[in-house]
């Protein structure tokens, strides 16, 4: 069954802790993205991978981290320096070969600083 | 900066009316428009898309119409029923490019009143 795999599905975290969040896709998709979802303010974009070993900065990168080591795996880490972490976290992924446009979305990791 | 706006950001219908949302991006290169549907707890999934190239697309109750020169969109849902009761998010992005990069409206939150 092909698809975008997020977890954890919840996640608490003491202020000061890194915590990373893993997002897997055996869709065989080349480009992989991070968002951010706040209420009222739509989604908005972490980071974003085109192809394996490469990545760039969205409009709301500061604070987190990725990799891209592998094609299947894009995990994000929310550091310290992430002034307001507390928020759901979606992954997605798109092929860059169909050029159908079409963003695949994972069901999300929500993120709780106690 | 590339900016959507989305309107309203919230809208109660009764059951069997016509829903309309609107969005308006600032990019003038942009040339793919999907709009999302996410229901509570759940990932966001397409529903319906329009490329620049044509003024309107059509799939059963729901249709997309997009103006270039005024650089908006909106989408129309007719004979509502209670489970399109959901968040939709419209964005725009630029396809085929390097990046495609999307940008996100706010969402509207739809309610459909039984």
């Known amino acids: 069954d092909g698809g975008i795999t997020q977890s954890p599905k919840y996640l608490f975290r003491k202020e000061g802790q890194n915590v990373t969040l893993s997002c897997e896709q055996n869709?065989?998709?080349?480009?992989m993205y991070w968002y951010r979802q706040d209420p009222g303010q739509g989604l908005r974009l972490i980071y974003y991978s085109q192809i394996v070993n490469d990545f760039q900065k969205g409009d709301i990168a500061e604070g987190y981290s990725v990799s891209r080591e592998k094609k299947e795996s894009f995990p994000l880490t929310v550091t310290s320096a992430q002034k307001n972490p507390t928020a759901f976290y979606l992954c997605?992924?798109?092929?860059?070969?169909?050029?159908?446009?079409?963003?695949?979305f994972g069901e999300g990791s929500r993120l709780t600083v106690l | 900066g590339e900016n959507v706006e989305q309107h309203p950001s919230t809208l109660s219908v009764q059951e069997g009316d016509s829903a309309v949302i609107k969005c308006t991006y600032s990019d003038s290169a942009s040339n793919y428009f999907p709009w999302y549907k996410q229901e509570l707890g759940k990932r966001p999934q397409l529903i319906i898309d329009i490329r620049s190239n044509v003024g309107e697309k059509k799939d059963q109750r729901i249709a997309v119409t997009l103006n270039k020169t005024a650089k908006h969109f909106s989408l129309h849902i007719t004979e509502t029923q209670p489970e399109d009761s959901a968040v939709y998010f419209c964005a725009a992005s630029k396809i085929p490019s390097g990046t495609y990069k999307y940008i996100f409206g706010t969402g509207t939150r739809l309610k459909v009143l039984a």
């Open positions: 997605a992924s798109r092929s860059r070969v169909n050029r159908t446009g079409e963003l695949f």
């Open positions: 869709l065989n998709h080349d480009a």
